[in-house]
């Protein structure tokens, strides 16, 4: 596994370091202790070989640094297809909701109940909708009580959790993913995703679909 592989190199990276540091130590205690006796030339040479191995320590670090960013990289592409997968679960337990009015009558005032939520939009974090993650319609098997459980968990209260300053932002409003988004179909968008509330949407608009900045650009252009 990729993840596994990085962690091991960092390992690695880590222990060399630690070895160099160890090799600095010898090296500046006897630097210390024969400067003394030492001609101006094995100066110079004795303090290359301490600048030699400070050089590799930074080299050791740079490259960890590198594999660190790339493995942030990675869990963050594998969190957001969880997202998606959620988002797609949540919608399916919402048809199966649906479905069941027809069934159970007594769920309709749960429905009712939630209506408000719903139209404010869920607010779960990292959600995303495009051409191929958009929520497919379809019923699962299961009981009501069981969708009802779960649907009484609002995707909101994921904004409890701390948020990572790292983590990249979006939209017009510039914060970070959460609830339903949708991207631009221009390639060269700067911004290219954007939160449902923030471009007054409910639902995603069938066909392309451009951001207000984009919208105003391709005005601009004719």
């Given at each position: 596994m990729a993840l596994q592989r990085n962690f091991q190199l960092m390992r690695e990276l880590d222990q060399r370091t630690e070895d160099k540091k160890a090799e600095i130590d010898s090296l500046a205690a006897e630097y210390i202790e024969s400067v003394k006796n030492m001609l101006p030339e094995e100066r110079v040479e004795h303090l290359k070989k301490i600048q030699s191995a400070y050089s590799k320590c930074k080299e050791y670090s740079d490259d960890k640094v590198q594999l660190?960013?790339?493995?942030?990289?990675?869990?963050?592409?594998?969190?957001?297809?969880?997202?998606?997968?959620?988002?797609?679960?949540?919608?399916?337990?919402?048809?199966?909701?649906?479905?069941?009015?027809?069934?159970?009558?007594?769920?309709?005032?749960?429905?009712?109940?939630?209506?408000?939520?719903?139209?404010r939009g869920s607010r779960g974090r990292g959600r995303r909708t495009s051409e191929e993650d958009t929520p497919k319609k379809k019923k699962l098997k299961g009981g009501s009580e069981f969708a009802d459980t779960i649907l009484s968990v609002h995707p909101s209260d994921v904004l409890d959790m701390p948020v990572d300053p790292n983590e990249p932002t979006y939209c017009l409003c510039h914060q970070v993913s959460y609830g339903e988004m949708i991207g631009c179909d221009n390639q060269d968008c700067p911004i290219e995703w954007f939160h449902f509330a923030c471009v007054d949407l409910t639902t995603k608009p069938k066909g392309k679909w451009f951001c207000p900045r984009c919208v105003q650009e391709r005005k601009k252009k004719k």
């Amino acid at each position: 596994m990729a993840l596994q592989r990085n962690f091991q190199l960092m390992r690695e990276l880590d222990q060399r370091t630690e070895d160099k540091k160890a090799e600095i130590d010898s090296l500046a205690a006897e630097y210390i202790e024969s400067v003394k006796n030492m001609l101006p030339e094995e100066r110079v040479e004795h303090l290359k070989k301490i600048q030699s191995a400070y050089s590799k320590c930074k080299e050791y670090s740079d490259d960890k640094v590198q594999l660190a960013m790339q493995t942030y990289e990675m869990v963050d592409k594998h969190i957001r297809r969880l997202d998606a997968d959620l988002a797609r679960f949540e919608a399916d337990l919402k048809d199966k909701l649906e479905g069941s009015d027809f069934e159970n009558p007594g769920s309709r005032s749960l429905k009712k109940g939630r209506s408000q939520k719903d139209k404010r939009g869920s607010r779960g974090r990292g959600r995303r909708t495009s051409e191929e993650d958009t929520p497919k319609k379809k019923k699962l098997k299961g009981g009501s009580e069981f969708a009802d459980t779960i649907l009484s968990v609002h995707p909101s209260d994921v904004l409890d959790m701390p948020v990572d300053p790292n983590e990249p932002t979006y939209c017009l409003c510039h914060q970070v993913s959460y609830g339903e988004m949708i991207g631009c179909d221009n390639q060269d968008c700067p911004i290219e995703w954007f939160h449902f509330a923030c471009v007054d949407l409910t639902t995603k608009p069938k066909g392309k679909w451009f951001c207000p900045r984009c919208v105003q650009e391709r005005k601009k252009k004719k």
